[in-house]
C-alpha cells in the first residue's frame, strides 16, 4: 500500500490518540478493480498484529473518498534515516532481519 497517497498525521477525534491517515482515494477515483484491490490489501494490512507495523484502525469509504487511519509509529523516514548515503552494513542487516520477520508475520497470518 505504498505510494496511494499524502500522509496526514492528526488527532483521532473520538478517542484522543494522534493517528496517521493516508488519502488513497486519489489512487483509485473511478476505477472499481483498483479499489477494490485496495480494500482487500487494508483488510489484510489489519488481519497481521507485529510490534513492526502499525495497526491499521480503520478504513473510511465514502462518497469517492477512501481513507486508511493507521497507529502513529514515531520515527524518521526511511529517506531521512539514509540521509542521502547508503547504511552502514551492520543496520542495512539490522533492517533486513526486521524486514523479514516482518514478512514472516504476515505469511504466517496467509498474506504473502
Known amino acids: 500500500m505504498v505510494g496511494l497517497g499524502p500522509v496526514f498525521k492528526a488527532p483521532d477525534t473520538v478517542t484522543g490518540p494522534t493517528v496517521f491517515c493516508k488519502d488513497a482515494g486519489a489512487a483509485a477515483p473511478d476505477d472499481a478493480l483498483k479499489r477494490a484491490k485496495l480494500l482487500a490489501d487494508a483488510k489484510a494490512a489489519a488481519s497481521v498484529s507485529h510490534a513492526k507495523i502499525a495497526t491499521l484502525f480503520e478504513v473510511?469509504?465514502?462518497?469517492g473518498l477512501l481513507?486508511?487511519?493507521?497507529e502513529f509509529?514515531?520515527?524518521d523516514t526511511l529517506?531521512?534515516?539514509l540521509n542521502g548515503k547508503p547504511f552502514e552494513v551492520r543496520r542495512a542487516v539490522e533492517m533486513a532481519?526486521?524486514?523479514?520477520?516482518?514478512?514472516?508475520a504476515a505469511h504466517n497470518r496467509g498474506r504473502t
Open 60 to 63: 473510511g469509504d465514502g462518497e
Open 67 to 70: 481513507c486508511l487511519v493507521f
Open 73 to 75: 509509529t514515531p520515527g
Open 79 to 81: 529517506e531521512k534515516a
Open 97 to 104: 532481519v526486521q524486514l523479514v520477520q516482518v514478512l514472516g
